[in-house]
């Protein structure tokens, strides 16, 4: 009994995503059997019983197939036959369910194969979403479901990778340290369906004013055998467990021997899926950031050339500084933001301060950053104080930067040295905006900055720009939450007004 208890299958979703399996396709009858529910269960006020209840929705599988339609579960792990009546299978066998009357074994039929299966069989919501176009769109899906199946199929791969290492007979010897260090770069795919998962809420919650989604949904789960838990507590299940790792790895390396075998690789696993929790909550973060970005530069008049966001995702440092470029001869104000790959600079209107005018931007990833001492400046033959020099490599172009205050000159300089680090650890890591975020940005930006209003009919406040202008970047401490960090970055104002704008900040100090 105790054997066959551990030889149980566990189940997955119904269907395994488009080709990782090449039984995945279940047939047109899914699609009848799926409309049968939802018309039932929303015609009739009827609760269905609990899964292992005996309760509506094994009722129905069994109605299905006395009407001779076609029932299919689909495996998630092997099943090694205990039995000769047992029926034995693979991950991915696609079964079809003959008799359901048992609530506990069902019997089934693989090619010519037959015998009796564990029935906790489920069915999926992405495949029977996918069937109701008439009411999901492709978009909607992935915004609900985001990568879910990216994470499936790498879930499955990772806890075969355990399955192994794990000792049946002595789990104290069980060394499953290696597995965390063999997949950890495979754990960032979780950065994106959390970084999603805020949308599927918005999503989720919108849909679920509408009773026909809620019907829908509910029929899904029931048919499923699911807990009594909504769609989108399920969908938070990913975003709780990459979080859950890290406390799970210390917990283990906290009673695991110094002298075991895999005390060394479970250290490491647990400092790498820290690691893996960082780089996911830092992405989040500039995410959360490209919004703003979007609103500043639709507040910039006279912009020209392509959106900040085709190239750039984080503000790393601004300020104001005096530009001497040549062949000019005399210096020019301009506030400077820089940006991951590029710096762009622009003018203050005269009379609106809070207004300002494109200028123009400088490629970094093409520039040498240069500390240049007080006195004669030899390039531009004049006398220069806290002074940079930004130097096009392999061109004659040369910009003069300076700053009023020592301090602020070497303020920059650090920036700058941050720029190239943050460049250098995108590309380590691969983080980069995907063009749907970036369209969707900047869409939301000019919504709030409708474009074609009359030439001088300046817009009524700046708030997002002027804060860019009076923040004074101070060094905050790392370990402060996001929220206190944002509070102390605040201009010291009391009005109403200033306390909004501070809301507003979003870029790291």
């Given at each position: ?163 192994r290492r794990f000792n049946q007979d002595q789990p104290h010897l069980s060394e ?56 989108d507590g399920f969908l938070l299940t990913p975003v709780q467990k990459i979080c ?103 003018k203050k209107d005269l009379l609106r301060r809070d207004i300002l005018y494109y ?151």
């Amino acid at each position: 009994i105790v054997a066959r208890q551990q030889m149980l299958l566990r189940w997955g979703p119904l269907v395994v995503p488009d080709g990782t399996s090449e039984k995945s396709g279940l047939g047109d009858e899914l699609g009848a059997e799926e409309d049968f529910l939802y018309e039932e269960f929303r015609s009739s006020g009827h609760r269905f019983g609990q899964p292992g209840g005996g309760g509506g929705e094994q009722l129905a599988i069994n109605e299905l197939i006395s009407d001779g339609s076609v029932v299919y579960a689909e495996a998630l792990w092997d099943h090694v036959t205990m039995d000769i009546q047992e029926l034995g299978f693979k991950a991915g066998d696609v079964i079809e369910v003959i008799d359901a009357t048992n609530k506990e074994w069902w019997w089934g039929r693989i090619v010519e194969s037959e015998g009796w299966f564990p029935a906790s069989f489920v069915r999926g919501y992405i495949k029977q979403c996918r069937r109701r176009t008439d009411m999901f769109s492709e978009e909607q899906l992935r915004t609900i479901f985001g990568n879910i199946e990216d994470i499936y199929r790498f879930q499955r791969k990772f806890l075969k990778g355990l399955e192994r290492r794990f000792n049946q007979d002595q789990p104290h010897l069980s060394e499953i340290g290696c597995c965390f260090l063999e997949h950890q770069t495979d754990f960032q795919i979780y950065s994106e369906y959390c970084n999603n998962h805020p949308n599927a809420c918005v999503q989720l919650s919108r849909l679920m004013k509408v009773n026909k989604y809620v019907f829908f949904f509910e029929a899904c789960r029931l048919l499923q055998r699911m807990i009594h838990i909504s769609l989108d507590g399920f969908l938070l299940t990913p975003v709780q467990k990459i979080c859950k790792y890290p406390l799970q790895l210390a917990e283990l390396l906290k009673y695991t021997n110094p002298q075991h075998r895999d005390y060394q690789d479970v250290e490491a696993a647990l400092d790498a899926m820290k690691n893996v929790a960082r780089l996911i909550n830092e992405r989040k973060r500039r995410l959360e950031n490209i919004d703003k970005i979007a609103q500043w530069q639709s507040s910039i008049e006279d912009w020209e050339g392509e959106d900040v966001l085709v190239r750039s995702s984080e503000l790393i440092f601004s300020g104001e500084m005096t530009k001497l470029s040549q062949p000019q001869t005399k210096g020019q104000q301009r506030m400077f933001f820089l940006f991951d790959h590029q710096m762009v600079y622009c003018k203050k209107d005269l009379l609106r301060r809070d207004i300002l005018y494109y200028k123009g931007r400088m490629d970094m990833d093409l520039m040498d950053v240069m500390d240049v001492e007080d006195g004669r400046e030899k390039d531009f033959n004049i006398s220069v104080k806290n002074g940079l020099k930004l130097r096009v490599r392999g061109s004659d172009e040369v910009h003069l930067l300076c700053t009023k205050k020592p301090e602020q000159k070497q303020r920059w300089i650090r920036a700058f040295a941050e720029e190239r680090k943050q460049v250098h650890q995108d590309q380590e890591t691969g983080f980069s905006l995907t063009e749907v975020q970036k369209k969707q940005a900047m869409v939301n930006a000019f919504r709030g900055h409708p474009a074609g209003k009359p030439k001088g009919q300046q817009p009524v406040t700046r708030p997002y720009c002027d804060f860019l202008l009076r923040q004074k970047h101070p060094s905050l401490p790392t370990a402060l939450p996001q929220q206190q960090v944002f509070m102390l970055a605040e201009p010291k104002r009391k009005t109403t007004f200033w306390h909004n704008i501070g809301r507003l900040t979003p870029f790291k100090k």
